[in-house]
């Protein structure tokens, strides 16, 4: 797999019947290991060893529902009183980060109303911060450690 602008961890990679599987940690199972995937599985590994985000209040594969329609977040971080705090969106490496991706984690954020919305492909990452009050946001100069996300 490509290497990404994160720092690199030693992923449990496993092939069986021809398909290579990656550990999640976070789901506690080998899955389908792909661009996206990859991506997913370092920048968690990124925001539990290096912004000290609790794994136990992460969720990877989130479904959640608007208008009826199925929807799934990449993960959603969550404070100890189980409210959430963030939502994360991957993107494989090759997959450049636009207005689309942005709608995509904006029409999920319709639901969750977190204070954080977070984007990476890897390669680079984006964090904006909502104001409700002034229905605005405001991009980040980095991704901020888990104590600051649960700070209004």
Known sequence: ?????????????????????????LRRAYV???PEEWVRQNFVNYL???KGYPSSLMVNET???LNNIKLRC???VYDKSLSPRAIVEYKA?????D?????????????????????????KHYCCKMDYAANSYTFLQEIPDYETILTP
């Not at 290497?3 to 940690?25: C, H, Q, V």
């Open 48 to 50: 539990i060893n290096h």
């Open 74 to 76: 990449d993960t959603v």
């Open 99 to 123: 207005q689309n991706v942005f709608a995509q984690i904006a029409r999920y954020n319709l639901v969750l109303k977190v204070d954080y919305l977070i984007v990476s492909n890897g390669m």
């Open 32 to 34: 389908a290991l792909t």
């Open 93 to 97: 490496p090759n997959i450049k980060i």
């Open 1 to 25: 797999m490509k290497s990404l602008n994160l720092p690199p961890y030693d992923a449990k990679i496993s092939t069986e019947d021809g398909k290579t599987r990656i550990f999640d940690k």
């Open 63 to 65: 479904a959640i529902n």
